[in-house]
């Protein structure tokens, strides 16, 4: 994991190697101070020697200034190399995930990937900046005390060697306590943005159904779950404090009582007033660096749970990927379907399509009919390698879609899918998707193609209106045409849409259909719908059911010849033509 993680250093390498460098220089110095100033009590002010005060004071305030320095240049190179870190790794999640097939990101949630990108790899960042400073600080801080308070007395160095074990295991059995908590929080997190992300997406529906208080309810209880464990582990955390303070206490006590006595009974010759005061110092140091590495080693296991989300996608393999050598050119919109066969989960007992087997000529429009469930959707993502055949043979322009380079073959096959997703930014900017150097001249074609340019000039910024995001201020049948003509920007050898044309009208779908009958009849077509005026004038269509082939021929004969098509026909058609 961390070998995975640390690949997203890369041009802050040279931070990460300055901070501890800054951080020894820093500590150095923070530990000379108790020294010297052990000596500014005995040399300077207990024999009055005005000299060596004004020696060691401003020895002193050239080790404090330069003890600044450090520190500050410490704090700026560890803020440089954690930020730039994250970055890099929220860059390198993001591009993952754009690497994805449909499998893979059906492994993933959106709103888990979500809280990987955002809180896992915040939590990566706070252990890696406390890594290269406070890991490296607290160990320096608690060796160089412990070795000034043995050079100044070996007898009451005793006690930090009795301390330090004690208050090590209990700080360390705290934080062993809290860590499950904290790991509990991260699938809270995950279902609390899933809340969010479902009410933000279906805010009209929420509203339509008046389920306002319902909705902040889910998102209130599930809040309070995140603030309760929160709550749990931080008062288990608090016992560090006092814990601490309890030490700290013990320490000085026995340090002053035994140094006390020492100093007494010595006369000043086995330990000095100044090197008592150092002793507390350096106490008081050596407990709080035992604290500190207890508050790292906290944040660090939180954060290896944050670390393993991440690598989990860092991981992932793409299981759609180019092979060796591919083909770059697809030469024609022919499609053939060899005894394919589809499982989402890659097992023969799950298969939603069985011995599937079509040829599709270029240039033919296929309409493809059937009940809900049967497969239709399933069968048009394996044209563009969305997903990959389980079992069989899939061509497209007589090679096999596997051995194409896939942004070749999608450039060469268009989907306009079920969902229609259009993006924030002006109509020209979501059409200008299908190609980014599409002339004005071009989209305005398409758009007419897609019946789209009629509403878009009643805009007053006609093609520079501004979608927001989702497509909110325009209608679904408005969206739908525009996902449809940015599909035709591609100009594409295969079209494929997929129940697309829902939302318009019967007359203005058939205006679409005998657009691309003259005006792209090279291009094949083939058309998902749940309407039989939208695929009656296909050159074939086929008819699915439960994950096969059905029946397949032109509407004439399907009418003739097929019970489902027929039933289907006469449902919709019952009381009026197809038209109306």
């Not at 016992?239 to 700290?248: C, E, G, H, I, K």
């Not at 096969?548 to 003739?560: C, F, P």
Request: glycine share 6%; proline share 2%.
């Amino acid at each position: 994991m961390i070998k995975k993680l640390i690949k997203s250093v890369r041009e802050y390498k040279l931070a990460t190697i300055l901070t501890p460098i800054f951080v020894g220089g820093e500590v150095v110095l923070e530990v000379a101070v108790p020294y010297y100033m052990a000596k500014l009590i005995d040399d300077g002010i207990y024999k009055g020697s005005m000299s060596d005060i004004v020696r060691i004071g401003i020895t002193l305030i050239i080790f404090t200034i330069i003890s600044l320095i450090f520190g500050a240049l410490a704090g700026l190179s560890a803020a440089k190399a954690g930020s730039g870190f994250a970055k890099n790794l929220r860059k390198d999640l993001y591009y993952k995930v754009q690497n994805f097939s449909f499998s893979n990101i059906d492994k993933f949630s959106t709103s888990s990937i979500i809280t990987r990108i955002t809180t896992d790899v915040t939590n990566v960042q706070n252990a890696y900046q406390m890594i290269i400073r406070g890991a490296v600080r607290s160990p320096f801080i608690l060796i160089f005390s412990l070795l000034m308070a043995i050079k100044i007395n070996r007898k009451i160095s005793l006690i930090f060697f009795i301390l330090i074990p004690v208050v090590g295991i209990i700080l360390f059995v705290i934080s062993r306590i809290a860590m499950p908590i904290f790991n509990e929080v991260f699938n809270n997190y995950d279902d609390l943005n899933n809340i969010v992300e479902e009410n933000t997406l279906g805010m009209r529906v929420v509203k339509s159904f008046c389920l306002e208080d319902e909705e902040e309810d889910k998102f209130k209880k599930k809040s309070n779950d995140i603030f309760r464990l929160f709550s749990k582990a931080e008062k288990i955390l608090a016992f560090n404090a006092p814990t601490m303070q309890l030490a700290m206490y013990t320490s000085m006590i026995l340090i002053s009582w035994i140094g006390a006595r020492i100093i007494v009974l010595s006369n000043m010759t086995e330990l000095t007033t100044g090197e008592l005061s150092s002793l507390i110092t350096y106490s008081i140091q050596i407990l709080f660096s035992i604290m500190m590495l207890t508050m790292i080693s906290v944040t660090v296991t939180i954060s290896i749970a944050s670390g393993r989300r991440i690598c989990e996608i860092l991981e992932e393999e793409p299981s759609i990927k180019n092979k060796e050598n591919p083909i770059y050119d697809v030469k024609s919109g022919d499609i053939e379907f060899k005894n394919v066969a589809f499982s989402y989960v890659g097992r023969k007992d799950k298969e939603v399509l069985k011995k599937i087997n079509i040829k599709i000529s270029s240039g033919e429009t296929v309409g493809i009919i059937g009940g809900t469930g049967v497969g239709k959707s399933s069968l048009v993502n394996l044209i563009p390698r969305l997903y990959d055949v389980t079992e069989g043979e899939l061509l497209v322009g007589g090679n096999n879609v596997k051995d194409y380079d896939i942004k070749s073959l999608r450039d060469a096959v268009s989907c306009v899918l079920q969902k229609n997703v259009l993006f924030s930014g002006t109509i020209k900017q979501n059409l200008r998707w299908g190609n980014e150097n599409a002339t004005d001249e071009e989209l305005i074609e398409a758009c007419k193609l897609a019946q789209a340019d009629s509403f878009i000039n009643e805009f007053p910024e006609k093609y520079d209106t501004y979608i927001e995001q989702g497509g909110t201020n325009v209608s679904g049948g408005q969206k739908q045409r525009l996902c449809i003509a940015r599909a035709l920007v591609k100009k594409p050898k295969i079209l494929i849409l997929d129940d697309s044309t829902s939302a318009v009208d019967t007359k203005t779908d058939k205006k679409i259909r005998e657009a691309f009958s003259y005006k792209i009849p090279d291009t094949t077509k083939i058309i998902i719908a749940q309407r039989i005026s939208s695929v009656e004038d296909c050159d074939k269509i086929i008819v699915m059911n439960q994950g096969g082939i059905d029946s397949i021929g032109t509407h004439e004969e399907l009418i003739k010849n097929n019970k489902i098509y027929k039933e289907v026909y006469e449902s919709q058609t019952k009381g009026g033509n197809s038209d109306e």
